[in-house]
């Protein structure tokens, strides 16, 4: 029984990893995020990818491209004056 959550344990993270990699390809040069901190950017992206994990998401391209949008509505300047 160990041995089955510990494999439960390893796929998000597995999931994650992936699903980072292909945010970041995409966050590390998107000027709206340029002004963002690289750990900052590193740490919400992976926030949002384990609490989409967390609600059942596993599908990699899904995963990046919600990261990508709750980072953007979260760290981009904001135009309003």
């Given at each position: ?31 709206i995020l ?9 740490s919400r ?37």
């Open positions: 029984m160990d041995q089955g959550l510990s494999e439960k344990a390893q796929v998000p993270e597995a999931v994650v990893s992936v699903a980072f990699d292909k945010a970041w390809r995409f966050v590390e040069k998107d000027p340029a002004h963002n901190l690289k750990t900052v950017l590193h992206l992976r926030a949002f990818l384990e609490c989409s994990i967390r609600n059942g998401e596993r599908n990699t391209l899904h995963l990046a491209n919600e990261a990508i949008r709750n980072l953007r509505a979260e760290l981009a300047p904001s135009t309003k004056q």
